[in-house]
């Protein structure tokens, strides 16, 4: 089992910038990718950014590509999500998420891939 803690959730103005943190614990040797997915009020929750443990190709949703940098740091367990130039619809609830399946690239984004969340961070941008 995996356990999967974030932390640096919080409110900012439109164009600010907020770093969401994941750390896992328990059996990490498992996980073969991590990512953030998020999940605004009446919305489906969507991938925002991912990239596998074991390498350092990162993905991300279109909406989200060269404001957001995933990175993840193995020594520590743990992935980060940067998020700069923040707008208003990037309001929502942030999710770690994690998975010990092996995972194509092109769903590497789809939830139902993923096998062990977090509780979630909120975010909330203001215009």
């Known amino acids: 089992q995996v356990q999967l803690v974030e932390s640096g959730g919080g409110s900012v103005q439109a164009g600010g910038s907020l770093k969401l943190s994941c750390t896992a614990s328990?059996?990490?040797?498992?996980?073969?990718?991590m990512g953030w997915f998020r999940q605004a009020p009446g919305e489906e929750r969507e991938g925002v950014a991912a990239t596998y443990t074991g390498g350092s190709t990162t993905y991300y949703a279109d909406s989200v590509k060269g404001r957001f940098t995933i990175d993840h740091d193995n020594a520590k367990n743990t992935v980060y999500l940067q998020m700069n130039s923040l707008k208003p619809e990037d309001t929502a609830m942030y999710y770690c998420?994690?998975?010990?399946?092996?995972?194509?690239?092109?769903?590497?984004?789809?939830?139902?891939?993923?096998?062990?969340w977090g509780l979630g961070a909120q975010v909330t941008v203001s215009s």
């Open positions: 328990g059996y990490t040797s498992s996980l073969y990718a």
């Open positions: 998420a994690a998975t010990s399946r092996t995972t194509w690239k092109w769903d590497v984004l789809r939830e139902d891939h993923y096998n062990y």
